[in-house]
């Protein structure tokens, strides 16, 4: 069965530029959540789609933004890039997004803003 | 406010030993914990959970415990293998489906 794949893996902007992620979830899984990670503030959450709909968010800035599609495919974009924003991005899926179902995680898109 | 938090910043242990990894929360919402590995350059990948109406989870290798009155659950992984070499992660959610939220890792170096 196939994981969670993020595309691309590896990206790099410039401050002010805009970017968009994408993440394609386990077969099945209509639920998808987001997370940046950085070395100071560790894995935090940005917000979570389920049947195309933002149902949960984390405190992020409005610069942060995603969607869902009707096959579960979820991008994440994020506008005017600041430095601060150089992370990991790590999409997860799970089945509903129950909250006893654990979540299974890409091995994430690395940004870095010059 | 760090809500899950892993004071132990690093952990070395000998090869076949057990090793044990806490995990502190403070938020008495949360009833489902979670302990991921992560290797360098790859996502958290799922060890095991547990539900707050147990008190203890076992798969192979690996046991969770939770003591839901002190708020702290543990990892132990017994016999401990180079190979589980890594970050461990914690993670708890509450009534928000899909939210996770993460202590600062602890990464364990078991040695040969």
């Known amino acids: 069965k196939a994981g969670v794949t993020q595309t691309p893996r590896y990206l790099i902007k410039t401050r002010g530029q805009q970017v968009t992620l994408s993440c394609s979830p386990i077969?099945?899984?209509?639920?998808v959540s987001w997370y940046q990670q950085t070395p100071g503030q560790g894995l935090q959450f940005l917000f979570e789609y389920f049947s195309e709909t933002q149902r949960n968010k984390g405190n992020f800035p409005g610069r942060f933004s995603g969607r869902q599609f009707s096959n579960s495919r979820s991008e994440m974009n994020v506008s005017t890039l600041e430095l601060g924003d150089s992370a990991l991005y790590l999409c997860?899926?799970?089945?509903?997004?129950?909250?006893?179902?654990?979540?299974?995680f890409g091995d994430g898109t690395r940004l870095s803003i010059l | 406010d760090q809500q899950v938090k892993q004071n132990s910043p690093s952990l070395s242990v000998q090869e076949g030993r057990i090793s044990i990894l806490n995990c502190d929360y403070t938020n008495s919402m949360f009833d489902y914990f979670l302990w991921y590995k992560k290797y360098p350059a790859e996502g958290p990948t799922f060890l095991i959970s547990?539900?707050?109406?147990?008190d203890k989870n076992e798969d192979g290798r690996f046991t969770v415990f939770l003591n839901k009155s002190a708020k702290h659950l543990s990892l132990h992984i017994v016999p401990s293998q180079p190979g589980d070499s890594a970050v461990y992660f914690c993670a708890a959610s509450g009534n928000q489906g899909g939210k996770l939220i993460f202590g600062q890792g602890t990464e364990l170096s078991v040695k040969p």
């Open positions: 077969s099945g899984h209509r639920s």
């Open positions: 997860a899926s799970s089945t509903d997004g129950d909250i006893n179902q654990p979540q299974h």
């Open positions: 547990i539900s707050s109406i147990k």
